[in-house]
């Protein structure tokens, strides 16, 4: 594969790049100043005007590949621009980027009736709406999703959700208006892969309770968070449902393959600017008559992690050029082994990141305690990396068969 980029994304990267150094970097103190002042729920001021510039920039909705609604580019296009926005927490959101938005819209988009896309896409591709994907559940091992025991049952012209789900990402914000739920309309199905089906929820629903705003390993995520949520004869119209009842895994696929990108991507960006302040600081620092920069296991440290990102670059934009010329499809453990290499790249870059900074790096004075939390929580989001490692092995035993 020829690894330059097109004209198209070089001039978008550099328009990136530059409204990151004029719009997001300088904010990050004042959003987090914001947040922490009042209401952490409360959606934030700031954002919405950086959003409002960035629209009007043209830096909108640059995700969504195959379709008239988004910039045109392919996942291989997008890749290097969602690692620019993952070197800050702002940024995916301001270009209306984030997720589990993004995913949510492509379902939509691929998926979804007409009405569906009227009602519920184009306000969320205005970033006028949030969203929310109800998929994990806190009683059953999840990593298996035909565990999942919420019910979706058929009643006349509607349908009635019950079940309970967590880390339902976006379900606490208070701009969260729709719901995407997996669970099952057909339980006796033989085959366990057509028993499920995804179903549009709006929040107001009656019945759709939000119990509470779930901490990743301390730190809630306000105004956005993650959400367990509860689902008690909850009635929406038949007309809801996304594709057809037992489709749901086929819509899960076709949802998580480019999501997996698109973690991957920011977090290579989040190992950047971390490497950057590693680097930073050891320059910064003496440690018995030297700078710690001058130490070789520093040295050591500093090559190891440009390789690893170097590594996990490459890997990633060969599993979204094998997605845009072969299909989700086809590119299944390219991308189950893009989810297991980066997170625990970013996990080693971190903590290498966090003992050069010695006892500052495990403050709150430096971005790097939140940093590693998101790396430790990436290897379980979208499936744990022993599903995806059991997935490569599986496709690798294939070949001797």
Known sequence: ????????????????????????????????????????????????????????????????????RGAGLSNLDYAPLAEIMGHS??????????APDTGNMEVLERYGTEEQKQQWLEPLLDGKIRSAFAMTEPEVASSDATNIRATIRRE??????????????????????ILIVMGQTDPANPNPHRR???????????????????????????????GEV???????????????????????????????????????????????????????????GRPIAEQTVTLERIAEARIMIDEARLLVLNAADKMDRLGNK???????????????????????????????????DFPLARAWASARALRIVDGPDEVHRNQIGQIELRKYA
């Open 1 to 68: 594969m020829d690894f330059r980029y097109s004209d198209k994304v070089e001039v978008l990267r550099q328009r990136l790049i530059a409204f990151m150094d004029q719009h997001i970097y300088p904010n990050e103190a004042r959003y987090e100043g914001e947040i922490a002042a009042g209401d952490r729920w409360q959606p934030s001021a700031l954002i919405e005007e950086i959003k409002a510039t960035a629209r009007k920039a043209g830096l909108w909705n640059l995700f969504l590949p195959d379709s008239a």
């Open 89 to 98: 927490e702002l940024a995916p959101e301001a270009f209306n980027c984030s």
């Open 156 to 177: 006349g012209g509607h349908y009635v959700i019950n079940g309970r789900k967590w880390w339902a990402t976006g379900a606490p914000d208070r701009r969260c208006k």
């Open 196 to 226: 499920q089906s995804m179903i549009l929820v709006p929040k107001d629903t009656p019945g759709v309770t939000v119990l509470r705003a779930l901490p990743v390993f301390g730190y809630d995520h306000a105004p956005h968070g993650h």
């Open 230 to 288: 509860v689902f008690r004869d909850v009635r929406v119209p038949a007309s809801n449902l996304l594709l057809g009842e037992g489709r749901g895994f086929e819509i899960a696929q076709g949802r998580l393959g480019p999501g997996r990108i698109h973690h991957c991507m920011r977090a290579i960006g989040l190992a950047e600017r971390t490497l950057e302040a590693m680097c930073r600081r050891v320059r910064s620092r003496i440690a018995f």
């Open 330 to 364: 086809e590119a299944r453990a390219e991308i189950a082994m893009i989810k297991v290499a980066v997170p625990n790249m970013l996990s080693r870059v971190v903590d290498m990141a966090i003992q050069a900074h010695g006892a500052a790096g495990v403050t709150e």
